[in-house]
């Protein structure tokens, strides 16, 4: 069909990729399945999956390396606003964490904060051969029993620190009480500033087998993301993964914010 305003033919490939970008900016997780992507759009799984081939390889999409989903790439921002500060993050994450892994073996998660919780952006553990969960990518973490959420909340200014307990107390959760522990709350910021990495030893009951250390990244002095490296207890305590490997996941920061000062990103919104 002729569009009455010009003598072309309209280009299905390229409406339906656009279709596809579309939904890819305005999923709130910002990455989405194929057949997310084709409910969504009413378009073929077999068309979806040609058309992100082809969006991967003009560089405007990539495919997570923790699962199946896709997301919008650097690219799209030159293009609009689609692309979360997020992304940035776990994009430019994502290989320093990979790196990570060779060090250590034991998996690691890059999160980022989600209300009073922090969320499971990227992971190693699909890739290591020492990971007792596969399914890890969107999992939210509590703020005040995991080591990825300590390192946030430990690391992040006093006033911040003020309005996640606020909400933390307010709901119906495990670590409800622990917000109301104004002694726990404080020997734990101290702990964990003194030693500079937050950690967790079976304290999440929902994996109380399991123990990790973490830390914060920082950009433009505020806490933007924190990796974490999970272990079994049994094997490894929070202490002595830290002589092991706290050096290797501070490089894997440092190299992170170096790369991030290099975009200069906009944070825009407030995170609570």
Known sequence: MLNSSTPYKRSQSLARGLAILQVLSTTPSGSAQISELSQRTGIHRTTVKRLLHTLIAEGYVKQSRSDTSYRLSHLVRQLSDGVKDDDWVTEIATPAIGDLLQHTLWP?????????????????????????????????????????GRAYFCFCPKQEQQQLLAIIQAENSPQSPLAHDALFIRQLIEKTQQQGYASNEGDWGKENRVAAIAVPIFYQNRVLATINLVFLKHILTPEAAATRYLTHLNDVVREIEKQLNRCDIDLGRDRI
Do not use: K, N, W, Y
Request: proline share 2%.
């Open 108 to 148: 690691s998660d890059l999160c980022t904060l989600d209300g009073a919780a922090v969320v499971i952006r990227e992971t190693t553990h699909r890739f290591s051969s020492l990971s007792f969960h596969r399914g890890m990518v969107r999992r939210r973490l509590p703020l005040l029993t995991t080591a990825a």
